[in-house]
């Protein structure tokens, strides 16, 4: 099955890029989104909060799913599970977190090539949709990063998202833009570009620097994601804070109306990377921080005429 590849991709992360998130960025260009990671086990098990959060609403499409483990016949049944409702699995091969990583999940598996190729093979050969993959450059150095993802296109991945931080790096430090290079040179599957992209000049130094397919934007669609709309029209325009509330409210909005309702603490965290960096977002923040519910979140923001 054939998998479109657009060039601006919002990339997966746990906490934040929720169904109604996820839609809003899609409203302001951007053309492929992904849930975040589910854990292959709970897929397997019928968790329902598992079941939430890897729900992918028709607004969005086409979405990926994207799933984590370290057992091929686990993330292949769960892949299986959760295809119907997407247009691709994505794998991760890129999560830091030492609760994934333990059990030789995410990141962890860069340093087991051969696992990498047991999970690729078994899930592309039980699914009917493509599978993806996102990886880091390796665990502490990134030597093999290029033979990795070789052997992830070789395993039957049709594209290939490469975040370019080591696991050791987590979230610090600049993205290796050469390795992500040398990766797109090597590979006939699309290569999406993720790190450090924060507007679209950077992007634009991405596409020249890479060659890469796509680009996947991460954090700094937080609070932000108008900048969907900045690489859509290959131009920075300032936000104002009032812009930003707005694009708070019409969250606020959508997740009301895909009934997202079970957790404020996630709106609230929402509301804080809309105020980020403008002047006394610290007396604001202090009201958020406070709030009990979502109406006390929408109370505490400033109005304008
Ligand atoms: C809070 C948070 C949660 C994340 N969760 C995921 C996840 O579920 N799956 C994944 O592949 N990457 C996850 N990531 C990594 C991002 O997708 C991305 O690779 C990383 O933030 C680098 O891109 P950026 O520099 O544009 O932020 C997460 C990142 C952050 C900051």
Same mark, same amino acid.
């Given at each position: 099955m054939s998998l479109i590849t657009p060039r601006y991709f919002l990339a997966p992360m746990a906490g934040y890029t929720d169904g109604a998130f996820r839609i809003l960025c899609k409203e302001y260009g951007c053309q492929y989104t992904t849930t975040e990671f589910v854990s292959a086990e709970a897929v397997t098990r019928g968790g329902d909060k598992t079941f939430r959060l890897a729900k992918v609403f028709s607004?969005?499409?086409p979405a990926s799913i994207q799933i984590f483990g370290s057992e091929p016949a686990k993330m292949a049944q769960a892949a299986h599970i959760l295809e119907?409702?997407?247009?691709a699995i994505d794998i991760n091969f890129g999560c830091p977190a030492p609760k994934v990583t333990r059990s030789l999940g995410g990141a962890a598996l860069l340093d087991y090539p051969e696992k990498i190729k047991a999970i690729l093979e078994e899930t592309v050969s039980t699914c009917t949709k493509p599978v993806t993959a996102k990886m880091r *450059? &390796?665990?502490?150095?990134?030597?093999?990063a290029v033979k990795i993802a070789q052997l992830i296109e070789k395993s039957g991945a049709s594209r290939l998202t490469v975040h370019g931080r080591t696991l050791e790096q987590g979230y610090t430090g600049n993205a290796d833009w050469q390795v992500i290079a040398a990766i797109k040179k090597e590979l006939t599957i699309p290569v999406i570009g993720n790190g450090n992209v924060k507007d679209w000049e950077s992007a634009k130094a991405m596409f020249e620097q890479t060659n890469v397919d796509g680009i996947a934007i991460g954090r700094?669609? *937080? &609070?932000?994601?108008s900048i969907f709309q900045a690489l859509i029209n290959e131009k920075d325009i300032p936000v104002s804070l009032e812009e930003k509330i707005a694009m708070f409210l019409r969250y606020v909005e959508l997740r009301k109306t895909l009934k997202?309702?079970?957790?404020h603490g996630d709106v609230k965290a929402h509301a804080l990377q809309f105020i980020?960096?403008?002047?006394?977002?610290a007396a604001l923040r202090l009201k958020i921080s406070q709030a009990k519910s979502v109406e006390e979140i929408v109370d505490a923001l400033p109005n304008f005429p």
């Open positions: 607004e969005e499409r119907k409702q997407c247009d *450059l &390796g665990v502490k150095n990134k030597n093999n700094s669609a *937080l &609070g932000n994601p997202l309702w079970e957790s980020r960096g403008f002047p006394d977002a």
